[in-house]
């Protein structure tokens, strides 16, 4: 099962990735969490990426793709994956259908998970006290809806005239979304 999550910042896509990917045995890809990984442990490619990410900027393309394609080339992703994060610019998508491409396989499906804003915007001020990660403070989080109105949302629509998407209502509790979510997701065909 080769998978995308999509959805704004406090979508939620990270807690229903990990299930999702349990779910499908396959492992959840989160960029966002290996940059931090990255920042946390000061390697170069976080030094980089923490620029980006602390003023709600994407990191640049070349950069991130680089680190996926690293990425779903390691075993435990030859059977499959579910993507959190990647692609967010219709630069990366055009990778990604690369990378997919030359493995012999295809995308099977793009997880759109649906929110209200002002509820996402609520969401991450919370995570921000729980986490306290750097980017989540409330002139960094606008930005951050800003940069994926402008340049992520419309990818949605790119997923959707290959027949991909699978949209899911993303409010209500986790467990509730997960169920949604696989229900969604069974009737799926896993290539
Ligand atoms: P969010 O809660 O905003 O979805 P993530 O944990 O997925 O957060 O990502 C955190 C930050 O990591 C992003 O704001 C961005 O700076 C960087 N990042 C993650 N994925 C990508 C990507 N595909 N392209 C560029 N930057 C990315």
Redesign the pocket.
């Known amino acids: 099962m080769r998978l995308l999550i999509m959805g704004p910042?406090?979508a939620g896509?990270?807690t229903q990735a990990k299930a999702v990917a349990d779910h499908f045995g396959v492992p959840a890809i989160?960029?966002?969490?290996i940059?931090?990984a990255n920042v946390g442990q000061g390697t170069p490619l976080g030094v980089e990426?923490k620029r980006?990410?602390d003023a709600?900027?994407?990191?640049p393309?070349e950069i991130?793709n680089n680190m996926v394609r690293d990425r779903i080339a390691e075993p435990d992703a030859e059977q499959g994956f579910l993507l959190?994060?990647?692609?967010?610019?219709l630069a990366?998508v055009t990778e990604l259908d690369g990378m997919i491409d030359a493995t012999g396989h295809q995308l099977d499906a793009v997880l759109v998970l649906t929110v209200d804003t002002d509820a996402v915007v609520g969401r991450?001020l919370k995570r921000a006290e729980i986490e306290g990660r750097p980017?989540d403070t409330e002139d960094v989080i606008r930005r951050?809806l800003e940069v994926?109105a402008e340049e992520t949302e419309p990818l949605i629509e790119v997923y959707a005239t290959r027949g991909l998407v699978v949209s899911v209502d993303g409010m209500g509790d986790i467990a509730e979304v997960q169920q949604r979510i696989f229900d969604a997701l069974d009737s799926v065909p896993q290539s």
């Open positions: 910042p406090g896509k990270g989160s960029t966002g969490d940059f931090r990426a980006y990410m709600g900027e994407y990191v393309d991130t959190d994060g990647y692609p967010r610019t990366q991450l980017d951050r994926y």
